[in-house]
């Protein structure tokens, strides 16, 4: 008996199709560890060297074999026939020539490796088991959702992506072993994967699903229109000077010796009127009196008695006039570019007409004053025109965006009122280039571009290079008023801005995309209990070890389904803890047992005969070697359960006849006379029929009692109105004779019953024989 | 007599059978030893500490004989054999049955060391070889 | 992991007839504009402190008991306790009884049984429901039902028919002869009873006054005009389960 483990392993190796087995110097590949790992790459390396007379190798433009070039490796089962190796089918990711030793190392990965680099997830978001936010789709998310779900993805050795449960076949029962590691005898080589490291007790997990339906984020959200409107209303001062008439106050008096004292200022009574000194400016000046009987112009006079003047006692003062105002701006954006990306934005605002050109309206209303105003109505009911609500700025900007959705130029253009450039030789009256002119009223809802703003993002020689090019209308920069030809901003001014940097900083901000916003979700959390009494408490600190963890992406699935994979990823985080910790780095031959079918999380049996303890152990994170000489693998296995059974180790050697003990140099031919006793038939694997697994459960059970009170009350707005008090009605009784019969004679008929049927009294006859006659006058007074 | 045997059967077509009895050694030690060397310490209290592999020592046959030129070229072949098999990765033992001192030890070996032929005479030929207990 | 755990009927059983049966408590309105009730945030006697004063349009506590087949049947999770109903009248005066929760506390001074009446009234043969009484101590809001039997003499039994808060044992309950006229007009004298048993609270199991629980009305309340605010409590127990 014995076992020899065998690695010498003849190999195959093509390249793009074409045999590059002659020039094959080594093999070493790695898959990543499942540990709250979804995805996982296949990635390492292939040496090749230089053979006399073989292909060339020699690469110095590390363009040899182009990336995503298939690399196979093939091996030979001794009796001829050919496997593939676990990790045979992967893709070239780029070559590197060393020409010191004449060798070409081959950088390999499976698709998902070159996914990683790509971050091309077009393959495997439509294989995700837990969807995600539209934000959200990257390869980091996707290996999240994975393993959210307490699933793996792998390549296997055809090229195809395949996902499974990583313990066993729905995520929560015990793998079935499917070989046997068998320390001294099988096993190359067993370590423990971890040092002495803390165990924790307890894993705080936490998830976090949708808050309703899913929100935003879950579609994209291209073709998206934004309004945001915002109505301010405010008192604003009117421009123009307006006028007030007020009593005027008394507050000096003559005392007996006609000195002038201060008084208490009093209004005078009666009130007679009589005018004041008329102003004598003219800007901003109060109208002139009212001409009175007989006088012309303007000028007072003396003469005219004081009893004929509007208001004597009365004064014309200036008083501000406040006005209510509202104002509305509304911004719209428009998410019509790749990626929802902003493709227009409008500002719009909307105000009363007298903001966009005080001047105007102050003129205006003075105007207006000038023609009407009298002493005693200063105003000259003259109206406060400019107070209704106009346009009165709108700005566009339209993004243009390139081939790959980046940002190649904006433009920006605003549109103003011609009154906010007016000028007031636009509409004082006077000589205007030699015209006269009489006050000439501007229409306040004419609109005209008075700007516009061109910005171009571009590359070039490494440098970014920012464009700004703006054009000014006239009106706005030189005040020219709006009678001076076209004041549109593209016949103004053109000023151009040119930003140049090589820094990697970008210029400008991405424009904002709705896509960026992801599922509003809310959170939860459960306990999983690893292993209980691992400390003792004092010191206190001792325990309980508590580790977060949580489910990586939000579980936007229906409330079932939710359930089922937190379920799922309890029993995986605490296998990956518990199998971390007991876990073994177990090397082994590549036996045909272990290769033929594997998968990454093939569970096996691993059996230490000195201890005799059996445990079964799941392949997680192998490293893959294979030389000229031998072809191994190391697994970090993670610990799954305690076994029991022993463990059948059949040898596996082959030739090994017994000697006969007195040959010398004898060789026969098979099956020939004397020759020794041969080795027997192949007894197959090493093999554990009747050892079985089991599990240790640990389970937290809120006993959650609830106590409920409630008040009812059945009135409206709980008033009920009193009830009517207990009636206690009087019952009499009183006692009544009477007789129940026929009066008939003898022979007559009778009446059917409702139905036509005989009524039973009358012994199946409808004609009375034999009656008992009673009186028919029973009842008369006689 | 003081004798090692060793067999062979080879897996590759045509299967043949290879069978030495061994008699004569080229000294006087004996030829089968053993793997490695014991690992023993003392604790801090001065308990005595062995380690070593959690196995049992393994056989290791040192092996200088000679042979007449027929039988040393049929060794060869027989040695040619069994690598033939073992580099197409079969798990290839020869048997061998140890009579030279104690019990009769009876196990499985493979080459540890391919023979180096020497030869002595146009008969005979020195053939050195180490095989190893699997 | 955590996973969902039921608690037996017969436990549920147990913890309501433990905690409530035989135990009396009392209705309290109060008048806490704008105020939310947070258990553990909310103080309990600031809470309470809120209370309508008692006389204010004639509010009075209102006490009920459970008895022990108040106990309902385990369903849908629970045992319930069965409906008890609390009427506050008001008493047509010009004072409003304005209210904004209504509480329940355990009470105390609640009369279980009554001694013999040591002055007796002569009264037609018949049952007089809810008469008034009045007490020299500190309880409110007794009311007892008299029942007047045949025979010589006439037996006068009386039932509980409110008991009351406040009063302790050695108290005497007096009938007016001006109240029995309301109910039999040719009752010629009163009835004075003495007090033999009140309830309080088993040591350790609830504070007389103790806060159990508040419901604050959808809107304030403003009770007048001799209207009625009727409140009906339901008392569940459940063992609930839950898996988070």
New interface residues.
């Given amino acids: 008996m014995g076992f020899l483990a065998q690695s010498t392993r003849p190999a195959v190796l093509t390249i793009g199709g074409q045999d590059f087995t002659s020039s094959f110097v080594s093999f070493n590949v790695s898959d990543t560890s499942a540990f709250k790992n979804g995805l996982l790459p296949t990635s390492g390396n292939l040496v090749l060297g230089q053979s006399p007379g073989q292909l060339e190798i020699s690469s110095y433009s590390r363009d040899l074999f182009k990336r995503g070039t298939v690399v196979t490796l093939d091996m030979k089962n001794p009796d001829g026939t050919i496997y593939r190796h676990p990790r045979g089918y992967l893709y070239v990711i780029s070559v590197a020539y060393s020409p010191e030793n004449e060798q070409l190392d081959i950088a390999l990965g499976c698709r998902i490796a070159l996914a990683y680099l790509t971050e091309d997830v077009s393959e495997i978001l439509p294989l995700v088991p837990i969807s995600l936010d539209v934000a959200r789709q990257t390869i980091q998310n996707c290996s999240a959702s994975f393993s959210s779900n307490s699933q793996i993805l792998y390549q296997d050795n055809q090229g195809n992506l395949v996902s499974r449960y990583l313990f066993g076949s729905n995520g929560l029962s015990l793998p079935s072993s499917e070989w046997v590691s068998i320390l001294g005898e099988t096993a190359l080589s067993a370590t423990p994967l971890q040092g002495a490291s803390a165990l924790p007790d307890v894993i705080k997990l936490s998830y976090s699903f949708p808050n309703g339906d899913g929100g935003l984020g879950g579609v994209d959200q291209t073709g998206r229109i934004d309004e945001n409107r915002t109505l301010s209303r405010y008192f604003l001062t009117y421009p123009a000077s307006t006028w007030v008439r007020k009593q005027k106050e008394i507050c000096t008096d003559t005392d007996s010796s006609g000195k002038q004292v201060d008084i208490a200022c009093v209004e005078p009574l009666p009130p007679i009127p009589r005018p004041i000194d008329k102003p004598s400016s003219t800007c901003g000046t109060p109208p002139p009196r009212p001409n009175r009987d007989g006088e012309t112009g303007n000028s007072p006079s003396d003469t005219v008695p004081d009893i004929l003047a509007c208001n004597e006692n009365w004064e014309t003062k200036p008083s501000p006039q406040f006005m209510p105002a509202n104002k509305l701006a509304i911004e719209r954006t428009e998410y019509k570019g790749p990626s929802a990306q902003v493709s227009t934005t409008e500002v719009t605002t909307f105000g009363p007409a007298v903001e966009v050109n005080s001047q105007y309206y102050a003129d205006v209303y003075a105007f207006c004053v000038s023609a009407y105003g009298i002493y005693c109505a200063p105003n000259g009911g003259c109206s406060f025109s400019g107070m209704e609500s106009i346009e009165q700025v709108r700005s566009t900007t339209t993004y243009t965006y390139g081939s790959s959705n980046e940002l190649v130029s904006t433009l920006q253009e605003t549109f103003i009122t011609e009154l906010a450039v007016a000028q007031p030789f636009d509409w004082r009256s006077g000589l205007i280039s030699g015209q006269p002119q009489d006050f000439r009223y501007l229409k306040a809802d004419t609109m005209f571009r008075s700007q516009v703003v061109e910005t171009t993002y571009k590359q070039s020689e490494n440098t970014n290079l920012q464009t700004t090019t703006t054009w000014t209308s006239v009106a706005t920069v030189n005040q020219t008023g709006i009678d001076t030809g076209n004041i549109d901003a593209m016949r103004g001014i053109k000023t151009v801005t040119e930003r140049r940097s090589s820094t990697n900083i970008p210029l400008d901000l991405r424009p904002d995309t709705p896509n960026s916003p992801v599922t509003q979700t809310q959170e939860k959390s459960t306990e999983v209990v690893l292993f209980p009494s691992s400390y003792i408490s004092p010191p206190t600190e001792a325990g309980p070890y508590v580790v977060d963890e949580s489910i990586p992406v939000p579980l936007r699935v229906t409330f079932d389904a939710r359930a089922g994979i937190v379920s799922r990823y309890e029993a995986y985080i605490k296998r990956l803890y518990q199998g971390d910790i007991r876990g073994m780095q177990i090397s082994e031959s590549m036996r045909p047992e272990i290769v033929s079918n594997w998968k990454p999380n093939t569970a096996f049996y691993f059996y230490d005969t000195a201890n005799d303890a059996l445990m079964l152990m799941q392949m997680d994170a192998s490293t893959w070697g294979v030389t000229q000489d031998e072809a191994l693998f190391t697994t970090s296995a993670i610990w799954i359960a305690d076994s029991v059974g022993t463990p059948t180790v059949p040898s596996n050697l082959v030739g090994n006849s017994t000697p006969s003990e007195d040959g010398i140099g004898r060789l026969y031919g098979k099956n020939g006379a004397g020759e020794p006793v041969g080795p027997g038939p192949d007894p197959g694997p090493p093999e554990c029929p009747d050892c079985s697994s089991g599990e240790s459960y640990y389970e937290i059970v809120n006993v959650d009692m609830t106590l409920s009170t409630s008040a009812e009350n059945y009135c409206n707005a709980y008033i009920c109105f009193p009830q009517p008090e207990d009636q206690y009605p009087n019952i009499e009784f009183g006692f009544t004779f009477y007789v129940v019969g026929f009066i008939v004679g003898d022979g007559d008929v009778l009446e059917t019953d409702r139905y036509g049927g005989l009524p039973v009294d009358y012994n199946g006859s409808l004609i009375v024989e034999n009656a008992t006659v009673v009186n028919p006058d029973l009842f008369s007074s006689d | 007599m003081l004798t090692v045997s060793i067999s062979y059967t080879s897996q590759i077509t045509p299967e043949n059978v290879y069978d030495f009895t061994i008699d004569n050694f080229g000294d006087n030690a004996m030829p089968r030893s053993y793997v490695g060397e014991g690992d023993f310490t003392f604790s801090a209290n001065g308990t005595s500490i062995i380690s070593g592999p959690a196995y049992r020592r393994k056989y290791q046959w040192v092996i200088s004989t000679m042979m007449i030129k027929a039988d040393a070229v049929i060794f060869d072949k027989m040695f040619r054999d069994w690598d033939e098999d073992r580099s197409a990765g079969y798990a290839a033992a020869c048997g061998i049955i140890d009579q030279t001192w104690g019990d009769p030890v009876s196990t499985n070996v493979i080459f540890l060391t391919p023979p180096v032929y020497t030869r002595l005479s146009p008969v005979d030929v020195s053939v050195n070889f180490g095989l190893q207990e699997v | 992991?955590?996973?969902?755990?039921k608690?037996s009927a017969t436990e549920?059983n147990a913890?309501v007839g433990n905690r409530y049966v035989d135990q009396y408590f009392e209705a309290r309105l109060l008048n806490a504009p704008g105020v939310t009730y947070e258990p553990g945030v909310t103080g309990d006697s600031i809470m309470l402190d809120t209370e309508v004063a008692i006389g204010t349009g004639g509010y009075q506590r209102q006490t009920f008991g459970f008895t022990p087949s108040d106990l309902g049947i385990y369903a849908d999770g629970?045992v319930p306790l069965a409906q008890k109903a609390t009427v506050f009248?008001h008493d047509g005066g010009e004072t409003p009884l304005d209210f904004t929760h209504?509480a329940?506390c355990w009470s105390s001074g609640n009369v279980v049984t009554l001694g013999t009446p040591s002055a007796t009234a002569s009264m037609a043969l018949g049952t007089y429901k809810s008469i008034p009484t009045s007490t020299a101590g500190s309880g409110t809001g007794l009311t007892l039902d008299l029942e007047v039997t045949d025979g010589s003499p006439l037996t006068y039994t009386f039932t509980i028919a409110s008991p009351g808060t406040g009063y302790s044992v050695g108290d005497d309950l007096v009938i007016d002869n001006s109240t029995l006229i309301m109910y039999d007009p040719s009752a010629n004298n009163g009835f004075i009873i003495p007090i033999d048993s009140v309830y309080t609270p088993a040591a350790g199991a609830a504070a007389p006054g103790q806060l159990?629980?508040v419901?604050k009305?959808?809107?304030a309340?403003s009770?007048n005009s001799?209207?009625?605010?009727?409140?009906?409590?339901?008392?569940?127990?459940?063992?609930?389960?839950?898996?988070?």
């Avoid at chain 3, 992991?1 to 755990?5: E, G, K």
């Avoid at chain 3, 001799?226 to 988070?244: C, I, P, R, S």
């Fill in positions: 992991m955590t996973i969902a755990s608690v549920l913890l629970g009248a209504v329940i159990f629980t419901a009305t959808a809107s309340v009770l001799g209207n009625e605010a009727v409140f009906y409590w339901n008392l569940k127990q459940f063992g609930f389960y839950t898996t988070a």
